[in-house]
């Protein structure tokens, strides 16, 4: 087996990070805590694991059918690699703590009033789980040639190494948030249990 290229170990040891982040941002929460929101426009935990999992199934088969058509075209290269300024912008926009807040496009929203912990977590996890096998397929491809269309925007296509570290940063992004909820969700319940 071909040695995985550096970029790509890299992104790989983030998102194992993210995965085990996750683990412990929902080890010990109780299903309230897990759904309660802090504010009535802020977005609780549960929906913070919902919005990654939506979005990382929605990129992942994006990322899936790039890798495809560049393995047929035969876009090989080795690294490193280097994307291009708005790649590099838009990892700097996704990683915490956010400098500004940005619209999420309703499909990447579930609209569901409770969300189980175990089954959120398994699926973020299945989906970490799914981005190493992308990893590994992606290794020996072009990593700055190889162009993803992005299911957010149609119109913008990002190189294949820079969206694995833009969903890198992003799922960094969002556990910040849910872990700064779990602080606010903690204090609120430990009150009223007084």
Same mark, same amino acid.
């Given at each position: 087996?071909?040695?995985?290229?550096?970029?790509?170990?890299?992104?790989?040891?983030?998102? *194992?990070?993210? $995965? +085990?982040?996750?683990? @412990?941002?929902?080890?010990?929460?109780?299903?309230?805590?897990?759904?309660?929101?802090? %504010?009535?426009?802020?977005?609780?935990?549960?929906?913070?694991?919902?919005?990654?999992?939506?979005?990382?199934?929605?990129?992942?088969?994006?990322?899936?059918?790039?890798?495809?058509?560049?393995?047929?075209?035969?876009?090989?290269?080795?690294?490193?690699?280097?994307?291009?300024?708005?790649?590099?912008?838009?990892?700097?926009?996704?990683?915490?703590?956010?400098?500004?807040?940005? *619209?999420?496009? $309703? +499909?990447?929203?579930? @609209?569901?009033?409770?969300?189980?912990?175990?089954?959120?977590?398994?699926?973020?996890? %299945?989906?970490?789980?799914?981005?190493?096998?992308?990893?590994?397929?992606?290794?020996?491809?072009?990593?700055?040639?190889?162009?993803?269309?992005?299911?957010?925007?149609?119109?913008?296509?990002?190189?294949?190494?820079?969206?694995?570290?833009?969903?890198?940063?992003?799922?960094?992004?969002?556990?910040?948030?849910?872990?700064?909820?779990?602080?606010?969700?903690?204090?609120?319940?430990?009150?009223?249990? +007084?």
């Amino acid at each position: 087996m071909k040695k995985m290229e550096p970029d790509l170990a890299w992104y790989q040891t983030q998102f *194992r990070a993210n $995965r +085990r982040k996750a683990d @412990q941002i929902c080890t010990g929460l109780t299903g309230d805590q897990f759904n309660r929101r802090p %504010a009535p426009s802020s977005w609780s935990i549960a929906e913070c694991f919902s919005h990654l999992n939506v979005s990382g199934r929605a990129y992942i088969g994006q990322v899936n059918t790039a890798i495809d058509r560049a393995r047929t075209r035969g876009q090989l290269a080795q690294g490193p690699f280097r994307h291009g300024w708005l790649a590099r912008w838009m990892i700097r926009q996704m990683e915490p703590p956010p400098r500004r807040r940005y *619209r999420t496009p $309703r +499909r990447f929203v579930e @609209q569901q009033e409770m969300f189980e912990i175990v089954a959120m977590l398994h699926e973020f996890t %299945a989906l970490g789980e799914e981005w190493d096998k992308c990893l590994d397929a992606a290794n020996g491809l072009h990593l700055a040639r190889v162009k993803v269309r992005l299911p957010a925007m149609k119109l913008l296509r990002f190189p294949l190494g820079g969206l694995f570290a833009i969903m890198a940063a992003h799922e960094r992004r969002h556990l910040w948030q849910a872990s700064q909820v779990t602080h606010t969700t903690i204090f609120i319940s430990s009150r009223e249990q +007084r």
